[in-house]
DNA sequence: TCAAATACCAAGTAAAGCACTCGGTATTTA
DNA sequence: TAAATACCGAGTGCTTTACTTGGTATTTGA
């Protein structure tokens, strides 16, 4: 996986057209103008998301775009996954016989963390993002009651 | 931040050293032949990971690295940090004056996102990655009880 | 009917990062 | 003293990023 600022990009992108393709649709001038990267960028970003269906195109003056299907049905890791390709994660993952079973035991293990990764994504929709906004902006700043810190590990590095 | 192939040496290598370093330091050629990547690269990788006082070098024959601390203090976000540097998530994120306000709440949405990963990858110590591989050495492949899903979003895009 | 606004498309580019090579030096062990 | 290791820096080909340029297609509305 990948996780950049061409993600990022996509993702701000995408919580634009939630927010506001209520009253019409969003243009990519307008999220480029906001967010300050360059229209052929984006229009490259959206091409692609158009591809995996997750934005549709109105053509024409008062055009723009707007969500390919509802906020809750788009995760997160599905924007990441269309613009910045879910690329292999071990070279030895399933197919690829590994020598000497050594090799297979940490590939298995990251494996493993980037199945977490994903569904860590997967399970955080637009909707869920917009809402929670939604939510502080109401009752102002509540904590983090998603995610509880669950076990030990270290703090931030220097 | 940056989740991508580099990590991912940098994570299993790591991981090599946390299984093997109870019967001495481990070599980097060891490494180098079991992962099949270059020896001056996971040189470089290390000489990060070093800075970072995540592995301790001993030279000499009979040489190698060991952890630089135990390995339940060390997060997979430590190591991520250390190899692939954690990029500006947001460009405006707190000092940079945002001036229409708009901007600055995708851009505070993709922050929250952006330390709910963070704080997700923090949370998995080395430690738990191998104790948890050596449960299911025991206990059979032992179903995922530490991510339960807890709400909607579509799923694996086409 | 025509000009403007939009999406859509393809090619090219400078800079950065990735994974690697080469050629060393420093330190420790046997 | 020779070998094995860590440590170090310069350079290289490739890919990706973020961007530019220069278009075409479609729709609105004046």
Known sequence: ??????????????LDLALHSEDGPVTL????????????YLEQLFALLRAKQLVRGVRG???????????DEISIADIIC????????TRCSGKEDCRDGERC???SLWNE?????????????????????????????QEDDLVEPPRKASGRAA
Chains 1, 2 share one sequence.
Do not use: C, N
Not at 1 to 14: D, E
Not at 29 to 40: E, F, M, T
């Open 1 to 14: 996986m990948r996780l950049s600022t061409k993600g990022r990009y996509a993702v701000t992108a995408m």
């Open 29 to 40: 001038a307008d999220i480029s103008a906001k967010q300050g990267i360059s229209l052929s």
């Open 61 to 71: 003056p008062g055009g723009g775009y707007y969500l390919g299907r509802p906020a």
């Open 82 to 89: 269309a613009v910045d390709e879910w690329v292999e994660f």
């Open 105 to 107: 035991l940490t590939h």
């Open 113 to 141: 963390l980037s199945e977490r990764i994903y569904r860590f994504l997967t399970d955080i929709s637009l909707a869920d993002m917009v809402e929670r906004d939604e939510v502080r902006e109401v009752a102002g700043k």
